[in-house]
């Protein structure tokens, strides 16, 4: 079985070994709050020593019951801390994708700053958020280096370290900002070129967990909708439907001449026309498996295959 056989390794290794699915994987957050921290972090970057627990217990209720995820940030390399505290609101949501920058005196300032992203300076840069959490798991400390070290030299204002983004055994993680994509296993690749995918308005599909703003059965239609129809929009395949089916969802998916539709042919060269995209999905489950370097519990997590997709009138 594979409780008995598994061996420890970095849980990074161990995803590989299994080729664990990437298909489906990305946490959700339709908006989010960054803050910069520029010294270490704790296992709960803004929970824990160093960070002052008191002032981070107070943020992170006010930002999570303004239904927004708390992120700290860091230049790679730097460790003093700025003269003014910055932070970014993020909107991930589809058609509504901003980022705001602003700064305050300091961190207690915070708690005063409008959530809804009045304030601020508005950015047409993209923010690219590389996982380099080493107190939370020795795997994004490890990978998460080689990605933000790539990233950072090719563009620096747009790279960031982050905290904690949920998928450690998926690093190296990040997430690109406004449009929320999560990308795992970015170092295996050239990073620069997710980079470069999102300027032309695309993703990377053998890197790509999913959107923040879908659910996970919505993230997992959009990826065998593009490996049918080879069509790596950001914004194809917008979402119209999901319901739970036996065993798994229906999820129904903008085709050609719908909202992020695509005029893309089919794998076998029949074209997609101009009808909605429905997508059958089996939900199912991992053998038991340790999903952290530091888990000693086996769990078994969620995974998803075609059964079939089609094109409706």
Do not use: K
């Amino acid at each position: 079985m594979t409780l008995a056989v598994e061996h420890w390794a970095p849980c990074s290794d161990r995803a590989r070994e299994r080729h664990d699915p990437l298909v489906g994987t990305g946490p959700r957050g339709l908006r989010w709050f960054l803050i910069e921290v520029a010294g270490s972090w704790g296992q709960n970057a803004l929970l824990d020593a160093p960070f002052d627990r008191e002032l981070g217990r107070a943020l992170v209720r006010r930002i999570e019951g303004a239904g927004m995820r708390p992120l700290a940030i860091r230049r790679t390399g730097r460790r003093a801390a700025p003269a003014t505290q910055r932070w970014a609101i993020v909107d991930s949501r589809p058609g509504r994708e901003r980022v705001v920058w602003g700064e305050v005196a300091d961190a207690a300032a915070l708690l005063d700053v409008p959530l809804d992203g009045s304030t601020g300076t508005p950015s047409t840069r993209p923010v690219y958020c590389i996982c380099t959490h080493a107190r939370h798991d020795q795997c994004c400390a490890v990978r998460g280096r080689r990605v933000v070290t790539a990233l950072a030299e090719a563009r620096p204002e747009e790279t960031w370290e982050c905290s904690h983004l949920g998928g450690d055994r998926f690093a190296g993680t990040m997430v690109v900002f406004p449009h929320g994509l999560y990308y795992g296993y970015a170092d295996d690749g050239d990073p620069v070129r997710i980079a470069d995918a999102f300027d032309d308005g695309r993703i990377v599909p053998e890197q790509f967990r999913g959107r923040s703003s879908l659910t996970h059965p919505v993230q997992a239609a959009q990826h065998f909708a593009r490996e049918a129809f080879g069509d790596e929009r950001i914004d194809s395949f917008a979402p119209i439907a999901e319901e739970a089916a036996e065993g798994g969802w229906r999820v129904r998916l903008a085709g050609a001449g719908g909202a992020g539709g695509t005029d893309a042919g089919t794998a076998d060269g029949h074209a997609a026309g101009a009808g909605n995209i429905v997508v059958d999905l089996e939900e199912t489950h991992s053998e038991p498996l340790l999903s952290t370097c530091a888990a000693t519990r086996f769990v078994r997590v969620r995974q998803y295959a075609l059964r079939s997709i089609t094109v409706s009138a």
